[in-house]
């Protein structure tokens, strides 16, 4: 890529985007939809009476017009790592030409140049197209657009998350009635754990206890004798993960 000069770069990707906005929109009508946007999902869902249409999406970052600056997602402790991961190449773009506004994350700046680092975001990430939300308080987050989801897909996708009232939206986990959030009784899971982690689509979370243990190993596995002791509950991975630290950490 010859890239010499960052305002003829950034000019041109704002030309590219304004060409590919016009074609998804031809695409995809969601002028008078419904938006939602799940950074735990990743999804980007446009709803009407009849019709949902779902979108994989990452977050560029954010600019607010009562500070007049910049914050890139890679910077932002509360965007979550799956959907500002992918700015983290813009960054090393920035970087490999020495483009400043690329590498710092937070700065004055103004809502044409977010509109400059999205562009350059679906151009170097390969984008289908970009959206906007604005919040109540003026923040205008800059989404980029990477693929259809279809509406099968997208359910599968969403029946893995519960909303969780001390840790928002994140994804289910399994486990048995005696683990709580105050008392050791012994942590056990099917599989070595830590929280972010990916999952293949037939693994999920699933911890029991030390009695359940004992059972499930004297009826050789789970049996209806050992589900019906360990009477399993759904939690989310942020309650999921508290229990385990209670358990494993030490006294």
Request: with cysteine; aromatic share 16%.
């Amino acid at each position: 890529m010859e890239i010499t000069d960052y305002n003829a770069f950034a000019g041109d990707c704002i030309d590219e985007l304004k060409a590919l906005q016009d074609q998804f929109k031809e695409t995809f009508d969601i002028a008078q939809a419904n938006w939602f946007y799940n950074q735990a999902t990743g999804l980007l869902t446009f709803s009407t009476d009849d019709t949902e249409l779902n979108f994989k999406y990452f977050q560029v970052g954010s600019f607010s017009s009562k500070s007049e600056t910049w914050m890139w997602s890679w910077h932002n402790e509360n965007t979550l790592e799956n959907v500002k991961e992918p700015t983290s190449q813009i960054r090393d773009f920035g970087e490999s030409f020495n483009f400043a506004k690329l590498t710092e994350g937070h700065f004055a700046s103004d809502e044409f140049e977010a509109w400059e680092f999205t562009a350059i975001s679906v151009k170097l990430i390969k984008g289908i197209g970009v959206y906007r939300p604005v919040n109540d308080e003026g923040l205008m987050i800059f989404l980029v657009i990477t693929e259809f989801v279809d509406n099968e897909t997208a359910k599968n996708i969403k029946n893995k998350y519960i909303e969780c009232g001390d840790h928002e939206y994140r994804r289910v986990a399994f486990v048995c009635q005696h683990l709580n959030f105050d008392t050791k009784v012994g942590f056990e899971e099917s599989f070595e754990t830590i929280e972010g982690m990916e999952l293949s689509d037939e693994d999920d979370f699933q911890a029991w206890c030390d009695e359940c243990e004992t059972i499930r190993v004297a009826e050789d596995g789970w049996s209806r004798n050992a589900m019906k002791f360990a009477k399993y509950r759904v939690v989310c991975e942020g309650c999921y993960f508290k229990m385990k630290t209670l358990n494993l950490g030490s006294d």
